[in-house]
Nanobody, 124 residues
């Protein structure tokens, strides 16, 4: 059974950066697309970014394009989300999720496995 654990969240000032990690256990990530999602209090969960199983295709929500970068290291069974130029609107619990796939691309939906989330707070 695939298990995902997020880390790297915390408190950061506006304009700052954080790098989130999503470490997998129980299975190799070679055949999983990975997505990052976030949910702020009182708001619906939002898809932030995803990366294909080979790491050669990525997607970003418009709200984070140019600021966030997703990457993966299958040898370490880990996916990362580098977040730059953070604003208070980025404050949320961030979740990583995985879906088994043979497709070459990724989409921000249909994920089967979820981590427990890590809190990101952007505030001065």
């Amino acid at each position: 059974q695939l298990q995902l654990v997020e880390s790297g969240g915390g408190l950061v000032q506006p304009g700052g950066s954080l790098r989130l990690s999503c470490a997998a256990s129980g299975s190799t990530l070679d055949y999983y697309a990975i997505g990052w999602f976030r949910q702020a209090p009182g708001k619906e969960r939002e898809g932030v970014s995803c990366i294909s199983r080979l790491g050669d295709r990525v997607n970003y929500a418009d709200s984070v394009k140019g600021r966030f970068t997703i990457s993966r290291d299958n040898a370490k069974n880990t996916v990362y989300l580098q977040m730059n130029s953070l604003t208070p609107e980025d404050s949320a619990i961030y979740y990583c999720a995985a879906v088994f796939t043979i497709q070459a691309w990724c989409v921000l939906g249909g994920y089967s496995y979820w981590g427990q989330g890590t809190q990101v707070t952007v505030s001065s």
